[in-house]
């Protein structure tokens, strides 16, 4: 009698791992890196509400273009408290720079739709940026006019006007700000400027150093230009019409 052989079962082909297509890899890499920048972005801009901002970007490119130039690597800058430096001044960058800093929500979108207009009748350029957009650039990012770095900088300016407020972009803004060739913030600017401290400036004295900010490595708060006399004249003026500053 035949003997009936065991039939092994066959065994099942292992399933094959669909390949990932090249497209859903850089579409991946892509989400996770907005992840990462979107949640170092809004760290960074936590951290510095509460710790003062030593250095920017700018301070940087200033050093190595002083150096390619053959100038000593020259960065004065010395952080202080707002209540370190003289309403006289915070009203004075207010009047020259952004008039409606108070009530705005980081854009003023009249100011950018005036300064639009003004480029494209072929007059001098004009930014339009508020305090919040100036103090975004400075902090955060690089010098330049690309589409990239201004959307980087409306980003930046929402983050800070959600975080911040008003009176810490402020605090900010007047230790950052470029106030002369290598001088930064109102601490080194009123002593290379006026030899004082920032707390006891006069208006005439903010109204000099606000005066440059367009301009603060050509112009000089001392001893200026007639164009430069007229901003200060200006800035006087408007800082009447300011009132109480009430962040």
């Known amino acids: 009698m035949a003997t009936k052989k065991a039939v092994k079962p066959k065994a099942k082909p292992t399933p094959k791992k669909a390949k990932i297509s090249f497209g859903s890899k850089v579409k991946s890499f892509i989400f996770k890196f907005i992840l990462w920048f979107v949640g170092l972005s809004v760290l960074s801009v936590i951290l510095f509400k509460f710790v003062p901002v030593f250095y920017t970007p700018l301070m940087v490119i200033r050093a190595f273009e002083h150096n390619e130039a053959g100038k000593d690597m020259v960065c004065s800058h010395e952080w202080v408290p707002l209540s370190d430096i003289s309403m006289n001044l915070q009203k004075a960058v ?3 720079e952004d008039g409606t800093f108070l009530k705005h929500n980081g854009f003023d979108f009249s100011a950018i739709s005036k300064a639009f207009s003004s480029n494209l009748k072929g007059k001098k350029l004009k930014g339009g940026s508020t305090i919040s957009q100036q103090t975004a650039k400075n902090v955060f990012l ?12 409306a980003y930046f300016t929402v983050l800070i006007e959600l975080i911040w407020g008003k009176e810490r972009i402020m605090e900010v803004y007047l ?3 470029e106030m002369g060739d290598g001088v930064y913030g109102a601490d080194a600017a009123s002593k290379h400027w006026f030899h004082k401290s920032p707390k006891n400036l006069t208006k005439y004295e903010a109204a000099s150093i606000a005066a440059i900010l367009p301009n603060p490595r050509k112009y000089k708060a001392t001893h200026s230009s007639a164009y430069i006399e007229k901003r200060k004249n200006k800035t006087l003026r408007v800082m009447k019409q300011v009132g109480q500053l009430e962040y």
């Open 94 to 96: 207010v009047a020259s």
């Open 142 to 153: 690089w010098q330049g006019r690309s589409y990239l770095r201004k959307g980087l900088e």
């Open 175 to 177: 230790n950052s700000i």
